[in-house]
T-cell receptor
Framework: EPEVTQTPSHQVTQMGQEVILRCVPI?????FYWYRQILGQKVEFLVS????????KSEIFDDQFSVERPDGSNFTLKIRSTKLEDSAMYFC????????????FGQGTRLTVV | KNEVEQSPQNLTAQEGEFITINCSYSVGISALHWLQQHPGGGIVSLFMLSSGKKKHGRLIATINIQEKHSSLHITASHPRDSAVYIC????????????FGKGTHLIIQP
């Protein structure tokens, strides 16, 4: 069965450092998403990406965050200067037709900022 | 802004029991998702529905669009069903993406 893969599974970084979280969505999917889940809290939407551009973003997705699809297969989330409060599980997801097909989620990247 | 509420927050039941988890949302949506999250943290999509009812094995999901309410049922529950079950609404556009409930932590005891 096709799956969304995320790397790394766990990343520890120092406050102020840049991190890049990587995702390989399912190959024929057209919509890509990043979500985060702070420990003990609910999952929150960060950003959606379609046709090589951001289609929606939440208030959380400020100038510290950026997304890219550099090569037609990878989908990355960059956090420019990490803060302690960026520590969370970050999930990538993809689907074929927004609102009409199921979304497939990756296993997540646990980001710990120290 | 869409709000998604789930109940109960925690549920412990005996193996074999019929389980119901409820979800209500506050604004019109294009679809509602039921997701399962295991202790390791990974999320698996169980259902996406916009009307009526869907069944997959021992899992059944229903939605009432007029009442803005959905339920997830598990028949003949088993300890391996123990997980967090999350509902998430899709408003079909705007700045919200999927809006998630807080999840229902289900424990099925043998």
């Amino acid at each position: 069965e096709p799956e969304v893969t995320q790397t790394p599974s766990h990343q520890v970084t120092q406050m102020g450092q840049e991190v890049i979280l990587r995702c390989v969505p399912i190959s024929n999917h057209l919509y890509f998403y990043w979500y985060r889940q702070i420990l003990g809290q609910k999952v929150e939407f960060l950003v959606s990406f379609y046709n090589n551009e951001i289609s929606e973003k939440s208030e959380i997705f400020d100038d510290q965050f950026s997304v890219e699809r550099p090569d037609g297969s990878n989908f990355t989330l960059k956090i420019r200067s990490t803060k302690l409060e960026d520590s969370a599980m970050y999930f990538c997801a993809s689907d074929f037709d927004r609102g009409n097909t199921e979304a497939f989620f990756g296993q997540g990247t646990r980001l710990t900022v120290v | 802004k869409n709000e998604v509420e789930q109940s109960p927050q925690n549920l412990t039941a005996q193996e074999g029991e019929f389980i119901t988890i409820n979800c209500s949302y506050s604004v019109g949506i294009s679809a509602l998702h039921w997701l399962q999250q295991h202790p390791g943290g990974g999320i698996v999509s169980l259902f996406m529905l916009s009307s009526g009812k869907k069944k997959h094995g021992r899992l059944i999901a229903t939605i009432n669009i007029q009442e803005k309410h959905s339920s997830l049922h598990i028949t003949a529950s088993h300890p391996r069903d123990s997980a967090v079950y999350i509902c998430a609404s899709d408003s079909g556009g705007g700045a919200d993406g999927l809006t998630f409930g807080k999840g229902t932590h289900l424990i099925i005891q043998p």
